[in-house]
């Protein structure tokens, strides 16, 4: 989910070996009131010492405006996070291996349907000492100052929890028109989950011109949606030329389609 690189001041040094998660980012699970089920998330160590990696729960939303919000487990009205059990806060994955990290999840009775969510964060321990330089920074550069800078990988498995069946909705927020670096129309629509259940609708565009005639369909952005979520959708609409014309916007999902349409003048 977050990467990062390392990197080295006046001295190049080489890229400290880093812990990665192997498989999806977003696991999903279907059940019932009172049911328990279990997953596992896989830590790979490609390098040659044994890395320690700490494990641990949050709450998660995002919006838009590009806002993320890391909240404390178990706080948010949709967190799952106090259904969750890590087996291992803390391990050690050898060298050269993958290591599976089990997980259990016990849905309490009673709890709303829809979509429940949190997020499993897998973070590298920095093994240096405080002030250490990155290791063969000295052999790198024996004579002269050097900065060494080291960072680590962090990623976020999101654990979503369907319970029984949830209504499905959305809200179009806002809506604008861009030109991106090759001088193509965008058009962009924030789009908020406003229902039960998580949807990962794709944006499609239709074009029609002054006398009704389709000149174009345009497919966009396919985007996660939480409930109480938003995210920015885009459809480059490569081709249209300037001019006056009606667009209809469908979102569409699994769960079901929403529509709008708008009038685009096209400068």
């Known amino acids: 989910m977050l990467t990062a690189v390392c990197a080295a001041v006046l001295a190049p040094a080489p890229c400290a070996a880093n812990i990665s998660v192997s498989g999806e980012l977003t696991q999903l699970f279907r059940?019932?009131?009172?049911?328990?089920?279990?997953?596992?998330?896989?830590?790979?160590n490609s390098g040659d010492t044994v890395l320690d990696t700490r494990l641990y729960l949050t709450d998660y939303m995002y919006h838009a405006d590009g806002t993320n919000i890391y909240g404390e487990p178990g706080k948010s009205e949709r967190s799952s996070a106090g259904w969750m059990t890590l087996q291992s806060e803390l391990v050690a994955v050898p060298p050269k291996s993958t290591m599976a990290v089990p997980f259990?999840?016990?849905?309490?009775?009673?709890?709303?349907?829809?979509?429940?969510?949190?997020?499993?964060?897998?973070?590298?321990?920095?093994?240096?000492?405080?002030?250490?330089?990155?290791?063969?920074?000295?052999?790198?550069?024996?004579?002269?100052?050097?900065?060494?800078?080291?960072?680590?990988?962090?990623?976020?498995?999101?654990?979503?929890?369907?319970?029984?069946?949830?209504?499905?909705?959305?809200?179009?927020?806002?809506?604008?028109?861009?030109?991106?670096?090759?001088?193509?129309?965008?058009?962009?629509?924030?789009?908020?989950n406003t229902g039960e259940v998580r949807l990962v609708p794709?944006?499609?565009?239709?074009?029609?011109?002054?006398?009704?005639?389709?000149?174009?369909?345009?497919?966009?952005?396919?985007?996660?949606?939480?409930?109480?979520?938003?995210a920015r959708f885009r459809t480059p609409l490569k081709g249209i030329v300037p001019g006056e014309y009606a667009v209809l916007i469908v979102f569409e999902s699994s769960e079901g389609s929403w529509g709008v349409q708008y009038d685009l003048k096209l400068q």
């Open 31 to 44: 059940a019932e009131s009172g049911q328990v089920i279990s997953g596992e998330v896989k830590l790979v």
């Open 104 to 192: 259990s999840i016990r849905v309490p009775d009673g709890v709303a349907v829809g979509s429940h969510w949190c997020l499993i964060m897998v973070e590298q321990v920095d093994q240096s000492p405080p002030g250490a330089a990155p290791k063969d920074a000295a052999a790198t550069q024996p004579t002269g100052p050097a900065i060494g800078i080291v960072a680590r990988v962090r990623y976020g498995i999101q654990v979503i929890v369907d319970v029984g069946q949830g209504a499905a909705n959305v809200d179009i927020l806002d809506a604008g028109l861009s030109r991106d670096a090759e001088g193509t129309y965008v058009l962009h629509l924030d789009v908020k």
């Open 202 to 230: 794709t944006m499609k565009v239709w074009a029609y011109d002054a006398q009704g005639q389709n000149i174009g369909a345009f497919e966009g952005s396919k985007v996660g949606l939480v409930p109480g979520s938003s």
